[in-house]
T-cell receptor, first 123, second 108 residues
């Protein structure tokens, strides 16, 4: 069965960086993309960007562009999100989610999600 | 960016009743690429509906989606105890992908 398993919670100081991993199993990693989202306490999810599992192409939300880096390791079917220059409003649960980057009604749908990783920014 | 506004913010209902949740977009998402998610406390969102009206794998048929253009609806025909949760609409047709603020379905 499809599973996305994320790394454990992180605490980072303002101005520092944090890196979260998302290990995929149960499907062919290179046939899908991975999107990253975050959700602050009591807030709606916020889309951060996505990366193609096939060729590493990326797309980012303007709000975090320049501070978010997305990479993949196809040998281990793992995606990574690094967030730099941490600020207090980056405190949130970060999720990875799978999507199929094709055409038609089923494409770009976030069909499977990781369990979430709490990132806390605190001095 | 496309702003999604959901109504109502909270729906107080009893098990067995039906629920109708609305999502209005500030502009029409490309190809009606609208999804609905259910989120229970402490869990990741769970995909219910995509493409405005297609049910995701394993989702019971009491959940249905409809709409086009700028107005979309999620209908739950008969609420089961596990359906009391927060529901989000999302558009993925135009970057940046955006979510509504959520509708909480609570037990009356």
């Amino acid at each position: 069965q499809v599973q996305l398993v994320q790394s454990g919670g992180e605490v980072g100081k303002p101005g520092a960086s944090v890196k979260v991993s998302c290990k995929a199993s149960g499907y062919t990693f290179t046939n899908y993309g991975i999107s990253w989202l975050r959700q602050a306490p009591g807030q709606r999810p916020e889309w951060l960007g996505w990366i193609s599992g096939y060729n590493g192409d990326t797309k980012f939300a303007q709000k975090v562009q320049g501070r978010v880096s997305l990479t993949t390791d196809t040998s281990t079917s793992t995606a990574y999100m690094e967030l730099t220059s941490l600020r207090s409003d980056d405190t949130a649960v970060y999720f990875c989610a799978r999507f199929f980057p094709g055409f038609g009604v089923g494409s770009y749908v976030l069909d499977y999600w990781g369990q979430g990783t709490l990132v806390t920014v605190s001095s | 960016e496309i702003v999604l506004t959901q109504s109502p913010d909270t729906l107080s209902l009893s098990p067995g009743e039906g629920a109708t949740l609305s999502c209005r977009a500030s502009q029409s998402p490309r190809s009606n690429y609208v999804a609905w998610f259910q989120q229970r406390p402490g869990q990741a969102p769970r995909l219910l509906i995509y493409g405005a009206s297609s049910r995701a794998t394993g989702i019971p048929d009491r959940f249905s989606g409809s709409g086009s253009g700028t107005d979309f609806t999620l209908t739950i025909s008969r609420l089961e105890p596990e359906d009391f949760a927060v529901y989000y609409c999302q558009q993925y047709g135009t970057s940046p992908w955006t979510f509504g603020q959520g509708t909480k379905v609570e037990i009356k």
